[in-house]
């Protein structure tokens, strides 16, 4: 079947612009997560969706940084006014099941958008 | 807090020779550890998984790993290497964020070069 898919695999921008992230979770995944992969660092969790409940923003590293999710479907992560910094590749991961149980920690990975900020 | 420590960051092997890569974590309770592997623009590819149990845990691609308790260690094995297997590694432990979440928390890898 269809993995996790992420668009677009590349993203060049200008300090200031905003830009927009995509993930196509795998059918059937309550579970989504965002993460950064900075060069030669692990990767730093931002952000947490299960079903419709409150998502986990606790990663997020600023107001500048926001993503939605419409029930258990397609997520967007947006970041505004980009810096420097945020230049990263952007992971997304779903998992079968958010709410309990050994399979919510079994997340499968989407190939990442490579984002530079210039 | 959780946390994951991986002490080599690159390690070069010879193509036929065994590899050990090393992993210790933190965490206060029975971790849910995780080995994953990416290679160069690809995301992450579960390599295998310990819950409970038997604390030799095969995987996929020969891969192999063992839970040491006493030594809060994870370590990654594999017997003989193939040119493939040129990657990083990553070590994870799962746990409950208390904020609703389950979290994978990553060590900073292990970049594996192999030598033909």
């Known amino acids: 079947g269809a993995g996790v898919s992420q668009s677009p695999s590349n993203k060049v921008t200008e300090k200031g612009k905003d830009v927009e992230l995509r993930c196509d979770p795998i059918?059937?995944?309550?579970?989504l997560y965002w993460y950064r992969q900075r060069l030669g660092q692990g990767l730093e969790f931002l952000i947490y969706?299960?079903?419709?409940?409150?998502?986990?923003k606790s990663g997020l590293p600023s107001d500048r940084f926001s993503a939605e999710r419409t029930g258990e479907s397609v997520s967007t992560l947006t970041i505004q006014r980009t810096q420097q910094e945020d230049s990263a590749v952007y992971l997304c991961?779903?998992?079968?099941?958010?709410?309990?149980?050994?399979?919510?920690?079994?997340?499968?990975f989407g190939p990442g958008t490579r984002l530079t900020v210039t | 807090a959780q946390s994951v420590t991986q002490p080599d960051i690159h390690i070069t092997v010879s193509e036929g020779a065994s590899l050990e890569l090393r992993c210790n974590y933190s965490?206060?309770?029975?971790?849910?550890l995780f080995w994953y592997v990416q290679s160069p623009g690809q995301g992450l590819q579960l390599l295998l998984k310990?819950?409970?149990?038997?604390?030799l845990v095969q995987g996929i691609k020969g891969f192999e790993a063992e839970f040491k308790r006493s030594q809060s260690s994870f370590n990654l094995r594999k017997p003989s290497v193939h040119w493939s297997d040129a990657a990083e590694y990553f070590c994870?432990?799962?746990?409950?964020?208390?904020?609703?979440?389950?979290?994978?928390?990553f060590g900073k890898g292990t970049k594996l070069s192999v030598i033909p």
């Open positions: 991961a779903s998992s079968p099941s958010g709410t309990s149980g050994m399979s919510t920690y079994e997340q499968y």
């Open positions: 059918s059937g995944h309550t579970a």
């Open positions: 969706f299960q079903g419709n409940s409150a998502p986990d």
């Open positions: 965490y206060g309770a029975t971790p849910y």
């Open positions: 310990y819950f409970s149990g038997d604390t």
């Open positions: 994870a432990v799962g746990a409950y964020s208390g904020a609703g979440s389950y979290q994978l928390t």
